[in-house]
């Protein structure tokens, strides 16, 4: 098993930054990729950016706006996310995929509104 913890979510006027942490732990070792989701309201999940053996792929509407990075010596993923806008607006879910199947931390809500 392992588990994802989320946190850094919160408000945020358009324009800004925020930056998501997700710690990881149990069974690290069969973790391949790491990753962000996420979900609007009314909206199916949707694949934000993620990270793998080195490589990184990212939803065309975050490209250039967002950085996802790992600290494998920490066992976490970040989400960097600049020049926030509305549409940002979801609840973000950090992604473990693993040789026993994915795993998904609960959820931190981020919300860009002036």
């Known amino acids: 098993q392992v588990q994802l913890v989320e946190s850094g979510g919160g408000l945020v006027q358009p324009g800004g930054s925020l930056r998501l942490a997700c710690a990881a732990s149990?069974?690290?070792?069969?973790?391949?990729?790491m990753g962000w989701y996420r979900q609007a309201p009314g909206k199916q999940r949707e694949l934000v950016a993620i990270?793998?053996?080195?490589?990184?792929n990212y939803a065309d509407s975050v490209k250039g706006r967002f950085t996802i990075s790992r600290d494998n010596a920490k066992n976490m993923v970040y989400l960097q996310m600049n020049s926030l806008k509305p549409e940002d607006t979801a609840v973000y879910y950090c992604?473990?995929?693993?040789?026993?199947?994915?795993?998904w931390g609960q959820g931190t809500q981020v919300t860009v509104s002036s």
């Open positions: 992604n473990a995929r693993s040789q026993k199947g994915p795993y």
């Open positions: 990270s793998s053996s080195g490589s990184t």
């Open positions: 149990g069974s690290i070792f069969s973790i391949y990729a």
